[in-house]
Structures are given as C-alpha cells and as structure tokens.
C-alpha cells in the first residue's frame, strides 16, 4: 500500500483533536466494535446476520480512519500563529472580510484542509476563498468564484 506523503497542515489544537480521535479509535471504539462482532457470531449463521455485516463495516471503517490519522500525524506540519507575518494572510492567519458591495463582514481562520469547519470559522487554505486570500493584504480585494458567479471581498483585518 503506498504512503501518502503529503503535508498535513495543522494548529496545535487540530493536531491535538487528531491524537484524541486516534486514541478513542484505538482504544475505547475498537473495544465496542469488537465486543459487537463477538456477539453477533455468538447469534449464529453468519451467512445473513445482518448485525455481523454492520459491525464488520464499522470495523473496517474504523482501522482506515485510524490509518488516515497516523498518516496526518506523521505527516503533519505544526502552524504556529506567533511567528506568521500580521501583514499577509497565510495559513493561522485571522482574517476579517468584507462582502463587496453590501458590507456583510465575516471573520474566518485559514487552517489546513484537514483542520477545516466552516460553521465554526475555520476554512482551508485550498477553500475557494481561503486560497484567494492568501498572500494578500488589508485593504485587498479578491474575488471568489461561486455557483451565483464572482463575489468580491475587501480585507479588512488581519490577526
């Protein structure tokens, strides 16, 4: 099986999620998991158990999700906020956008791909709008392409 190499970029705090997920996965839900196959195999006929099926499904998904995030945490780049340029947005950047031409303003933090949550002001560098953004400064515009056409933002802080 080939390894994936590329570069996870994570905050301390996402990379500290990630080993918390991968602790509760290894431990604590493969336990579950595994106490559910026991007890389905324990039913019988295994030919159209449909509770063996499930847990078997759960099974695999958990080792390829552990997989996933050994392979993020051995192949993670730590972002640290306290040395980013305040001038440029990059990746740990805050910044706050203004919607052009009706000023609806929001604040988004550029994270990794793997680190991205939308609904909690996180959004990934590779994002149609985190990729715009970065490199840029206060008082740039960039326009974002969307599915309702172009929309134009105007930096107007970054923390």
Known sequence: MAQNKKEVLLTEEGLEKVKQELE???TQKRHEVAQR????IAQ??????????????EQAFIESR???????IRNAKI???QHIDKNIVN???KVTIQELPDGDTETYTIVGSAESDPLSGKISNESPIGA?????KVGDTVDVPAPSGTIQFKI???E
């Open 24 to 26: 509760y996965l290894k």
């Open 79 to 81: 972002i640290n906020s």
């Open 37 to 40: 196959l026991k007890e389905a």
């Open 132 to 136: 715009e953004l970065i490199g840029k």
């Open 156 to 158: 107007i802080e970054i």
């Open 91 to 93: 990746v740990g950047s």
């Open 44 to 57: 019988g006929d295994l030919s159209e158990n449909s509770e063996y099926d499930a847990a078997k499904e």
């Open 66 to 72: 552990i997989i996933t995030l050994e392979n993020m």
